[in-house]
T-cell receptor
């Protein structure tokens, strides 16, 4: 079945460091790919998405590129801030599927001043 | 602004109690979902619904049921709560679409079963 694997955390960085959180997926066809973020004490909110190969999603300085050849959707940010501290979830929605999202296990990011 | 609300942020219940978790969305979305979130396991889908009175089992439906009598409301029911149902429960909704529609999440209900 469809699955998402993302790097295990926790990840701890200093402010202004470069961030990469790896995400790879297994799915038939051409799924849509998402990154969600969960700030402490809150629900999840969509950070960015890409719906076809080579698309780049971007938001709030974060970027991820849909790579079909490597089945990856890695999240990157050039300079993290303390306010980026959160749990990040990679997810996919299968092509022609039933609107369900399949989530990775989440990666906790802590950014220190 | 998009809004998904859940009836409680925190709940404490006793083993064997019947527990109702309520979720309401104000976006006229067709799809609604219930997930549970556990450390190290991420989010797992319990049930979802495409329309009023329709429901589909997710990946872990055992011990749960749902009700969708109105489009805006989706209830999760624990028929007889057990300690292994202690978890964070998240509700979400989305428009009917092609599978890439954004899911909007509520703030979550943290349930403790003693």
């Amino acid at each position: 079945g469809d699955s998402v694997t993302q790097m295990e955390g926790p990840v701890t960085l200093s402010e202004e460091a470069f961030l990469t959180i790896n995400c790879t997926y297994t799915a038939t066809g051409y799924p849509s790919l998402f990154w969600y973020v969960q700030y402490p004490g809150e629900g999840l909110q969509l950070l960015l998405k890409a719906t076809k190969a080579d698309d780049k999603g971007s938001n709030k300085g974060f970027e991820a590129t849909y790579r079909k050849e490597t089945t990856s959707f890695h999240l990157e940010k050039g300079s993290v801030q303390v306010s980026d501290s959160a749990v990040y979830f990679c997810a996919l929605s299968a092509q022609g599927g039933s609107e369900k999202l399949v989530f990775g296990k989440g990666t906790k990011l802590t950014v220190n001043p | 602004d998009v809004k998904v609300t859940q009836s409680s942020r925190y709940l404490v219940k006793r083993t064997g109690e019947k527990v109702f978790l309520e979720c309401v969305q104000d976006m006229d979305h067709e799809n609604m979902f219930w997930y549970r979130q556990d450390p190290g396991l991420g989010l797992r889908l319990i049930y979802f619904s495409y329309d009023v009175k329709m429901k589909e089992k997710g990946d872990i439906p055992e011990g749960y049921s749902v009700s969708r009598e109105k489009k805006e409301r989706f209830s999760l029911i624990l028929e007889s709560a057990s300690t292994n149902q202690t978890s964070m429960y998240l509700c979400a909704s989305s428009l009917w679409g092609q599978g890439w529609e954004t899911q909007y999440f509520g703030p979550g209900t943290r349930l403790l079963v003693l």
